[in-house]
């Protein structure tokens, strides 16, 4: 079976699990990263799909990632949410990475804005501020279009010059100012984890100009461009990376830092969902 074949039996078990809704159309797409869940309370759910239902999908096994597509409105705009997403450590491929977000943009989604748990690179960050990721670097994990291009889908060499929208970035940005949340802006570097980084591997990536580190999202940004949809995307500084501070890093603080900024992040995601 083609990935393009997978993807369409995948979509057709959505559709069914959506019943009655299944011609819901999303404008927004949203994953939503460690520790940042619950902010699906906020949605005005119309229906909710488990990816243990979608015939292929790839399931999240990581503790604070609940597993399921959830669809809905803020504030009058369609979004389809991801409730936990899967990583590239958890033995999937990456073409099973980041066939959610094919999915989510076969679906109809113009739009996606990709939230995470990140390491701080830059010293000047500290423990739950928040990012908008302006650039990335993804030359450390696999292309997730690697393989047969899927020309439904996109261009064989799609161009990546502005994977991040300015249009969206600027939204996000005049909503923090209105909320009074002080935004960061710079560069996300994906690692493949799921061993947090040494303090060598941290130095380098300072040098290669780096500010927030993590294990997820660049590759989900490359199939959303591929796709032809605006991307945007939040870090919560969970820590300050290995060897920063001196102190070993746990998943658990990771949870922890994202939890206690989820107000303010639920708050700007709100009105920049609003504003999309």
Do not use: W
């Amino acid at each position: 079976m083609s990935d393009y074949q997978a993807l369409t039996r995948a979509l057709s078990c959505i559709k069914s699990a959506l019943g009655e809704k299944r011609d819901f159309k999303p404008r927004v797409a949203l994953i939503l990263g460690s520790g940042l869940g619950d902010f699906a309370d906020n949605i005005d759910v119309v229906a909710k799909v488990e990816y243990s239902q979608i015939d292929g999908f790839p399931v999240s096994t990581v503790p604070g990632h609940k597993g399921r597509y959830i669809f809905g409105y803020i504030n009058n705009v369609p979004l389809v949410c991801m409730q936990g997403r899967v990583h590239y450590y958890e033995g999937y491929s990456m073409q099973q990475v980041v066939m959610p977000v094919r999915l989510m943009g076969m679906l109809g989604a113009e739009i996606l804005l990709i939230t995470n748990a990140a390491g701080g690179i830059n010293r000047d960050f500290y423990p739950g501020a928040l990012m908008l990721i302006r650039g990335h670097i993804s030359c450390f994990v696999p292309s997730p279009l690697i393989g047969p291009n899927i020309d439904r889908l996109g261009t064989r060499f799609p161009d990546m010059t502005n994977v991040y929208d300015s249009r969206l970035a600027s939204i996000i940005e005049s909503a923090a100012q209105r909320r009074g949340v002080e935004l960061e802006k710079g560069v996300y570097v994906q690692l493949g984890g799921p061993n947090f980084e040494t303090p060598e591997e941290i130095k380098m990536l300072e040098l290669l100009g780096a500010d927030a580190v993590g294990m997820s999202s660049a590759c989900e940004a490359i199939a959303a461009r591929h796709m032809g949809m605006r991307v945007a995307g939040i870090s919560c500084i969970s820590n300050l990376a290995a060897g920063i501070t001196g102190e070993p890093l746990t998943h658990q603080e990771v949870i922890d830092a994202a939890s206690e900024a989820a107000p303010k992040f639920t708050g700007l995601l709100i009105e920049s969902i609003s504003k999309m």
